[in-house]
């Protein structure tokens, strides 16, 4: 989910995740995602023909009172260096 919030449109495709997280598996990273859509907490949502994919309001929800949203402008700073 950090690698959600961390791209600039929030909408990162799974490329995008896999560069930022090279030691896990494409598969890996897919069942990963999989599972929180399962769960409600991210949607695949298509944007110039490619799946992308972001936070349901459910995941936003999930993540307020983790901090991770009071990080987000230092996220997106690494984000754009990675």
Known sequence: MQDII?????????????????SLDIKRIHEELHD????GVVERVDAEGEPRYRLTEN?????HGT????????LKYYYQKA
């Open 67 to 74: 901090g991770l949203f009071n990080a987000q402008a230092t």
């Open 6 to 22: 961390a791209h600039p449109e929030e909408q990162p495709s799974l490329d995008n995740i896999k560069r930022l997280n090279p």
């Open 59 to 63: 995941g936003c929800d999930e993540l």
């Open 36 to 39: 929180l859509a399962g769960n």
